[in-house]
């Protein structure tokens, strides 16, 4: 019930008649308003409510709001705003009665307050309501399930366990929300502008899209307006951020910039990676190893799920059964290349004599109880307490705990049941700060805090290397600490479907790291689904194949060879394109730019080819479009944006700004690359899974018939350690022009800390003449299977 009952509009008292100082978007203000005692909920009397607003670069507006009541912000995301401005391309206004006015330069109203409502107070519970335009179109939202665009929407944001908060039925057919992960975060497409607006603040809030108030599901009510949409918290200082883009990509770079970019990842992450609740012992995971080589499968990472611990006491392994020497075993399976990543969850069995429990004990880091005693709730062991993250000792103790875990030769972890997960007992029995704070303030942001305090530990552990850890759970930052997977899902193609669209919304909300369990975690996959579902995810951010302890195995070769052929062929793709997704992450890091985006995110709609609204398509950079079958239908429409398209289907370019049809088949996928794309790829895979950053083959994407020029620099390096950060990177420039049916490539080496790589280059078209800076040269003909269609290509 809780999570679809929201604070109701008319209840709210709506500031007026305040005092102002200052020049637009740079000013105070104070109102008047009743306000509650905290201690008591009985009422003071009027008090003064401050509003702070500043004006940063790139059109940042940050909304401060506090008083009595809210006296501090509680979250932890540690933003990181611009240098102050006075002016930019918009301005902001607010009145006395604290209505909202953006515009640009030109006088158009960009948003705008709803008729004096601009900000209301019940309480503790906070409210901005703004007009709302019938054309305008709502994303991000973090992580939500249902289609890509949000209008009429009304959503909480309060971090679940799906599967303990909500019924199978709903789960495995519907749309349970809230989901794992809260970022308030709402994108407005107003025209051919977008704004985003963040709630900086971590105790359970609202957006609502919809305007419409429903009595009992059965009728809406005719007394409320419904052409607003609003956003509100139910506690806690009500901070908004206002940013302007005006392009989905500017303002995608300018929001992650001020959350955090994600830092570079190790490239082992971006392989391919293999789980299952059910590896628990060292003959498991030397059987998915050996598996691996035998049927020639590049894999970098095998996951071990609960069952490895000794009674799952957390930061243990089962050695009388399972693991007899956990170092040697973890080093064995290591030095072939591949990665043991074990799960950790926050709870700490509740035992004396467990050398973890009475450590914490004695240091006072776990999270009390209202009579001050430590939290009890119900996991995987049984009783356990849980690290109170949102204090530093508790982080630190955590951060210990980790570091000696690590020193075994972990290199990377699963971080989960960080919702945090209590099984049947009351989570809001659960106080922070050392029982001194509500459950509330710090429940959306207990995974991050976990996150903090484990990637500290790597980092104490392998100061060199860049640690990897992914996290189920997560807040506003969390993806400056830890990658994101969706969560448990399904094997069913309601969530295969849903994949794209959750997946897009959070790499639009600051977690351009992310992706789902593929195949689906709960239920048994078929062939045909686990097929789909590879040839969709084979690019995705994170790609990992994932079940629960009682489905039937769906390792590659648990189905039939033609399957195994086609599932080994898309992974194998996936390293091929690893330095490509490695530079889209490298670009990232620098830029904020989205890995995955919609196709809006690269191309203008039109109305008669309208982008906005498309669930089942999306970009991998700039370069490649992706359109896979995410139903059983046998086949399906295809919007191809303006621009040509090369089609490894088809065999030949495809003409864009438009719709096509295509059939299913068995091996192939609906893929298409963009003219003008210079794609970095390795040359050979087989089973191999070794990164070699300077071995690259760039595949030119130029149409013989279209004069056109781009440029492409690739960046290069260990793909391990943060030696790029100081020197130990290289940079070479690849220029390429189609004139009159010749091409013409040249090539620049910009940084070479890293020293030279070798590079050749393969043609997509026949052309006249080809020359590799300034040289004549005769293209070879050579064969590729590229997402399952054999090509005859040109290598020069």
Known sequence: MYFNKYPYRSNFEFLKSGKLTGSA???NATFKAVEFNPKSDTPYGEQEISLECTRYEGDVYYLKISSQRWSCNHAQSDLAFPEKSASGQTNLEIDKDFNITLSDDSGNILLQSFDDKGFGICGNESIYIFKRDSADRF??????????EKSGVKTKFWNTDVFADFSKREIYDGTPDPLYVSIPYLIVKRGSSYIGLLLDNPYATFIDTDGKVNIANQMDAKEQPQDTLSLGSEHGQPNLIIVYGPSLHELTCKIQKIIGTTPLPPAWSLGYHQCRWGYKSYADVKYIDAAMNKFEIPCDGIWLDIEYMRGYRIFTFEEEKYFPN?????????DGGRRIIPIIDPGVK????????????EADVFCKNPQGQEFIGLVWPGETVFPDYSIKKGRCWWTEQVKAFADRGITGAWLDMNDPSVGSANCCDMLFDDGKKSHYTYHNQYALGMAQASRAGFAAAYPEDRPFLLCRSGFTGSNKYTAIWTGDNVSNYHHLQTAIPTTLNLALSGIPFNGPDV??????????LMTDWTKAG???PFFRNHSVVWSEDQEPWMFDRATLDILRHYIRMRYHLRPYLYNLFADHEETGAAIMRPLFYEFEESKALPLDRINDQFMVGKAIMQAPFVTEDQEREVVLPDAEWFSPMDGKWLAGNRKI????????????????GIIPMVPEVEGENKFDSTKIRFHLFFNSTTDQENEYTYIYDDGQTFGYQNGKRSRMKVAVKSVNGSLEITTEQLEDGFGKCTCDFVLYDDFKQVTVNGKTATPESISMELTGCQLQLSLV
């Open 326 to 334: 956990p170092e040697e075993n973890i080093k064995d399976i290591q």
């Open 661 to 676: 049809t295509v059939k299913k088949a068995d091996r192939t996928t609906p893929i298409f690359f963009r003219q003008g």
């Open 350 to 361: 509740a035992e004396r004599g467990f050398d973890v429990y009475e450590s914490g004990h």
């Open 538 to 540: 084979f690019l995705f």
């Open 139 to 148: 994303y991000g939202m973090g992580e939500k399930g249902g289609p890509l």
């Open 519 to 528: 195949g689906g975690f709960d239920g048994n996959t078929t062939q045909q």
């Open 25 to 27: 978007g740079d000013f």
